[in-house]
């Protein structure tokens, strides 16, 4: 079935609500422990291919995830229900991260003060949102079932809520750099928490088995997660460099030719022999025994290239009918929508037709080399320019936002089939 600028509603338009407030309490905390000890670095070789399958057009996978932004508005891609969003509401403070609940049937929204909105089947165990803390919070965990989470500081001040224990922080040290993650043991009864430049804090039964604190990182560490067993734990640098510790393999990453968009998260496979690398925008590359797609992610997606807030421009008209010529804001049809977004978003301007926008607009970009806020096209002939009659702008993970006959909407890239998708994309 062909997909045209002008022809069938295709996919449901989707539609966000307010989510339920969390109000302040009283955060557990206790006296800092002190730092882990210091080791040298195991530095990766050489990336590896990418390998693994689920594979899209794009050569990357296509996957479910949420994108949260700091305003707290949320999207939902594939599989990953429409739970609600604090977009809208009156924040006095950014959202900060976004953390799915164990069965990916909800998530809680985290503020930087440490308010804590839900959705789904996420509950509401506390917050710091009516503390007066010395960091603002950057990160938040829940606890393996689900009922309890704790929220990061950036000095590393823990703060637990429902059956997440206390085990220690970093609240009292002077660090070097700030903290920017935390990753609980697999029992939960112990965590640790990693500072930009890699430096690794354990507490309760967390072992310490190295950092990159001595080494100096082209890029700061962003993410960190613990092999199923415990043993051992991976660090990831903002450019997808991903650094090995204990039982923690090395499989590849994606330093060598780093997406525009930036890593971060690092997810690994039940066995521990691989993982996949997240970026910011819902890409995800496979490296080792990762195959097929990993589970839902939440993600923070932050304005950090022109594509970006071409991107968020897009999803900012959601919902607005498809209109034959239309350019906005009252509705768009396929190329005025693309066009507008980039006006609008970026600040940047090119031809207004399908097919003139995939033979000028900017550069070509191949499949693999897709990030947000790229252009991407449908045609009767692929080596002909002049019969592109769709164009969209690519998320990332294999999803677009498009103007189609049902509006604004969220849709796979290949849901129609790959047959019609030209063989580049444009970058404005």
Not at 15 to 44: C, D, K, M, Q, Y
Not at 267 to 272: C, E, L, Q, R
Request: glycine share 16%.
């Amino acid at each position: 079935m062909k997909k045209f600028c002008r022809g069938h509603a295709l996919g449901a338009v989707l539609v966000f609500g307010a989510g339920s407030l969390g109000l302040a309490s009283v955060a557990a905390a206790s006296p800092p422990a002190p730092p882990a000890p210091t080791a040298a670095a195991t530095v990766p070789t050489v990336p590896t291919v990418p390998t693994g399958s689920g594979t899209s057009s794009t050569g990357l996978l296509s996957t479910s995830f949420w994108l949260a932004s700091a305003q707290g508005d949320v999207w939902n891609f594939g599989h990953a229900g429409a739970y609600g969003s604090a977009g809208g509401l009156p924040l006095a403070h950014p959202i900060v991260a976004i953390t799915p609940t164990n069965v990916d049937q909800g998530y809680w929204l985290v503020a930087s003060d440490g308010g804590v909105f839900t959705y789904g089947d996420a509950a509401y165990y506390g917050s710091t949102g009516g503390l007066v803390l010395n960091k603002p919070i950057v990160a938040m965990a829940s606890t393996t079932d689900g009922r309890g989470y704790w929220l990061v500081a950036s000095d590393g001040g823990i703060f637990t809520f429902g059956d997440a224990g206390f085990y220690g922080s970093t609240g009292a040290l002077a660090l070097n750099k700030p903290i920017v993650a935390m990753s609980p043991t697999p029992d939960g009864r112990g965590y640790w928490l990693v500072a930009s430049d890699g430096g690794v804090f354990s507490f309760g039964d967390a072992a310490f088995y190295g950092s990159t604190g001595a080494v100096a990182l082209n890029n700061p560490i962003v993410a960190a997660t613990p092999t199923p067993d415990g043993r051992g734990y991976w660090l990831m640098a903002a450019d997808g460099g991903v650094f090995s510790f204990g039982d923690a393999a090395f499989f590849g990453s994606t330093a060598a030719d780093a997406p525009t968009d930036p890593a971060e998260k690092i997810v690994p496979t039940a066995s521990g022999q691989g993982y996949w690398i997240e970026d910011q925008n819902g890409t995800m590359y496979p490296f080792g025994s990762a195959e097929g797609a990993p589970p839902s992610a939440g993600l923070m997606f932050q304005p950090v290239t022109s594509g970006d807030k071409a991107v968020l421009f897009a999803f900012s008209q959601l919902g607005k009918p498809y209109i034959w010529g239309g350019n906005g804001p009252v509705g768009y049809d396929c190329s005025g929508l693309a066009l507008a977004s980039w006006q609008h978003g970026a600040n940047v301007t090119f031809d207004r037709v399908a097919d003139d926008q995939y033979h000028t607009a900017g550069t070509a970009v191949t499949p693999a080399q897709l990030s947000a806020g790229d252009l991407v096209f449908w045609g009767t002939s692929q080596t002909d320019w002049t019969t592109v009659y769709h164009a969209a702008l690519y998320v990332g993970g294999d999803r677009i936002v498009e103007s189609t006959g049902g509006g604004v909407q969220l849709n796979s890239l290949g849901q129609w089939g790959q047959g019609d998708i030209m063989p580049v994309g444009r970058r404005p």
